[in-house]
Every structure is written in structure tokens, then in C-alpha cells.
């Protein structure tokens, strides 16, 4: 049963009264206090009231929070920092810069040396540098990762002290000796076109001289398989193809002048006008006066004495033919 408030003070009201009403009448104290609890009682009665039916709120169960396990905890291997540590290429004018974390554990416990950490960088150095010296520069990516993998692998070094292996592996070049391969690259390529290029001219020279201009035939041949048909300008070519031929075969070049080309030999008639002519000039000649002895020159002697052509030579190669 609950009462409410404005109950409670009705009926602290109604004893105060009752108690102050049996002072005023003088009743004794006992039937005071019996009337009073009587009067509460009834009050209680009359005003009992039922409580009020309140709707269940059905709370929401909280979700499950599953908390992830927490992270065992515990000390990594001793690690130390090494960079920038050159090391041999496959080249002997250029080397690698190497960086990377070596780590390492201890193999026997009660180890006695003052730095395990210099023992581990030792041994896994040497490791780099026997895998280092085996690689060619020009393949620097491809070296840092075959490095990587290999140095990754736990090693015991040569006392058996440690077993130390390598993360974070970085192999590159350094920028001047970058440069400079760079520019040895740029001359061997020019090298190699300069190479190839004169190859060439070699070959063709060689084709020029020992097919095209072997002889004044050929050359004439090749013309013509260049130019089809234009057969009236290879004749005219033909002395050029021959000069072209004996100067490229080393041999002396024959030239035949035009007043040799277009002279003609004489016929038999010519040769036996120019014959006696020459008969009739000797008979002149021995029938002729002597001159006067003041010295005078008449105009015969003139006419006499003025060349005539002689064909001698030509007649000779007539009849020697």
C-alpha cells in the first residue's frame, strides 16, 4: 500500500487536532493516543487506492562487445642501423652504397663477447659484400631485391656466436658513378653506330668496286638496270663508265681525244693523189734554176719552198694492213 502525500498530511492534521482537542477537554492521555490510531486506521481504509498499472519497458539487451586479445607483448631482437657502406660490384670502377637494419639473436647464452651487435653487422656484411661482388651495376633494382631475399635468411657467423639477417635492404649507386654510367652508355651506343655505320660503307664500297665496277661492262650493266630503257644515254656514258671502272680498279685511264675519234683513214684514192703530188714537187725541185747570186729571191722560190702535207704514214699503215 502507498499512500500519497496529501494523505499523509491529512491524517498528521486530524492527530494534531485530536491530540489538541482531548487537552482542551481534559481527557486522559491514554484515550488520546486509542483515538487517534482508531482515526488513522480508518483513514488508511477510506483512502487505500489501488497503484496505477505502469507498462513494462522492456529494456534492450546491451550488444556483446567482443574486446579483440590484446597483443603479446614482448622484446623484439636487437637490431642495428648500418648505412651507406660501399661495397664491390662486378665492375671494379664502381660500387654499390648499401643500407639496411641488421638484426640478430644470440645462439649460446652466457655469451662472453663485449658486442654481439658489431659480431652480427660483421658477419652479415660479409655476406652482402661475397653477393655484391657477383652483380653488375646496371641491374640496381634488380640486385636490391635478390639482396633482400637472401640477406633475409638467418645466418650463424663463422664463431657461431650469432645468428644475424638483414630487413629494410637498400643497394643503389651513388649519383656520380650514376652519371657516369649513364654517360659510358650514351659512348658505347655511339660507338656501336659508328661501327655499324661504317660496316656499311665498307660493304657498299666493296660492292661498288669488286661487282658494279669490275669492268666497264658491268658498270654499263648496272646503269642500265638503274635507268630501263634509256639505252641511247648509256652509249653516250660508256667512256665515263670506263674511266669510272679503271679508277676504281687502279688501272690507268685511256683517253681518246675528239680530233682522234673523228679523223678518218684515207682511201687508196687519196693515197695516190697525195703520191704524185709528191713526185710532181721532187721533179720541180731538180729542174729549177739556182738562184742569183745577189741573193734576190724571185716569188717561185717562195712557192717552192712552202710545205706540202705528206701522207706518208698513212700510206705505210695501208699497205702494212
Known amino acids: 500500500m502507498k499512500l500519497h502525500r496529501n494523505s499523509l498530511l491529512t491524517a498528521a492534521a486530524i492527530v494534531l487536532v485530536l491530540y489538541l482537542v482531548s487537552l482542551v477537554i481534559g481527557l486522559p492521555g491514554w484515550s488520546a493516543v486509542v483515538l487517534t490510531v482508531v482515526l488513522l486506521v480508518l483513514l488508511a481504509v477510506v483512502w487505500k487506492q489501488p497503484d496505477e498499472p505502469r507498462p513494462v519497458v522492456t529494456k534492450p539487451a546491451p550488444p556483446s562487445v567482443v574486446l579483440p586479445d590484446p597483443d603479446p607483448v614482448f622484446s623484439g631482437p636487437p637490431s642495428r642501423t648500418v648505412s651507406d657502406v660501399r661495397l664491390p660490384s662486378a665492375s671494379p670502377d664502381f660500387q654499390f652504397s648499401f643500407s639496411a637494419v641488421v638484426q640478430w639473436s644470440t645462439v649460446l647464452s652466457g655469451s662472453r663477447h663485449a658486442d654481439l651487435g658489431a659480431?652480427?653487422?660483421?658477419a652479415l656484411l660479409e655476406r652482402a659484400r661475397s653477393l655484391t661482388a657477383r652483380q653488375q651495376v646496371m641491374e640496381e633494382?634488380?640486385?636490391?631485391?635478390?639482396?633482400?631475399?637472401?640477406l633475409g635468411e638467418p645466418a650463424l657467423d663463422e664463431k657461431g656466436l650469432v645468428r644475424s639477417w638483414a630487413t629494410d635492404v637498400r643497394?643503389?649507386?651513388?649519383?656520380a658513378d650514376q652519371k657516369h654510367l649513364l654517360q659510358l652508355a650514351a659512348l658505347h651506343r655511339r660507338e656501336q653506330?659508328?661501327?655499324l655505320e661504317r660496316r656499311m660503307e665498307q660493304d657498299k664500297r666493296a660492292y661498288l668496286k669488286d661487282d658494279v665496277f669490275a669492268t666497264p661492262g658491268s658498270a654499263a650493266v648496272w646503269w642500265l638496270v638503274n635507268h630501263p630503257g634509256d639505252v641511247e644515254t648509256a652509249l653516250g656514258l660508256l667512256?665515263?663508265?670506263?674511266?669510272l671502272s679503271a679508277a676504281a680498279n687502279d688501272l690507268p685511264i685511256r683517253r681518246t681525244?675528239?680530233?682522234?675519234?673523228?679523223?678518218?683513214?684515207p682511201t687508196r684514192a687519196e693515197l695516190a693523189f697525195s703520191t704524185a703530188v709528191e713526185d710532181l714537187t721532187d721533179l720541180d725541185d731538180s729542174e729549177s734554176p739556182?738562184?742569183?747570186q745577189n741573193g734576190a729571191k724571185s716569188p717561185t722560190d717562195e712557192s717552192h719552198q712552202r710545205p706540202v702535207p705528206r701522207h706518208a704514214p698513212y700510206r705505210e699503215q695501208f699497205y702494212s694492213e
Not at 681525244?257 to 683513214?265: D, F, K, L, P, T
Request: aromatic fraction near 0%.
Open 119 to 122: 659480431v652480427a653487422v660483421d
Open 193 to 195: 653506330t659508328t661501327l
Open 290 to 292: 739556182e738562184p742569183e
Open 239 to 243: 667512256d665515263t663508265l670506263a674511266e
Open 257 to 265: 681525244s675528239a680530233e682522234e675519234i673523228e679523223r678518218q683513214r
Open 141 to 150: 633494382s634488380l640486385n636490391q631485391h635478390r639482396l633482400a631475399a637472401l
Open 171 to 175: 643497394l643503389r649507386l651513388p649519383d
